[in-house]
């Protein structure tokens, strides 16, 4: 334990000590000869590169007894097989709505905002803004200096 403190210590002063510097090329030549960098490098291989490597092999076991069928993993295998059946039947779930239900309305709001644009276009502007709620809404949202010249 003690060896570990001492490591993310000397990490922890290095991180300090360089980026607290003017870091020319003399200076980061120097940092990197230092003994402190060594001992970190030293203690790293030592203690962290085994560590590292058990888990390493841990988790390549762990993802391969995924797909085999032994004793106790046969259950978490199908789970993980089910999990991914439901996963996909939902992806094609999203698909067909798409397909079959948002295009659909996306075509008809289309239709219906076309249907309302041709049959305002042959309103003359005059007739419009002699609606005073037509006006009020014309003049606030779109083409208020075209509008307020005819109206005038």
Excluded at 44 to 60: D, I, N, P, W
Excluded at 67 to 94: D, G, P, T
Aim: hydrophobic share 45%.
């Amino acid at each position: 334990m003690q060896h570990t403190s001492r490591y993310w210590d000397y990490l922890r002063e290095l991180n300090t000590d360089f980026f607290n510097s003017a870091r020319g090329a003399a200076e980061i030549r120097e940092f990197l000869n230092e003994d402190r960098l060594e001992s970190a490098e030293i203690m790293q291989g030592k203690y962290f590169k085994s560590a590292l490597g058990v888990l390493v092999s841990r988790l390549e076991s762990d993802i391969d007894s995924l797909y085999s069928c032994h004793r106790s993993v046969c259950s978490f295998s199908s789970e993980f097989l089910q999990n991914e059946i439901i996963f996909i039947a939902y992806c094609f779930y999203l698909i067909i709505v798409y397909l079959f239900v948002w295009r659909l309305f996306l075509n008809s709001i289309t239709r219906e905002l076309w249907r309302t644009k041709s049959l305002l276009s042959i309103v003359p502007p005059e007739r419009l803004m002699n609606i005073s709620d037509m006006r009020q809404f014309v003049l606030e949202n779109s083409g208020a200096a075209f509008f307020s010249k005819r109206a005038s």
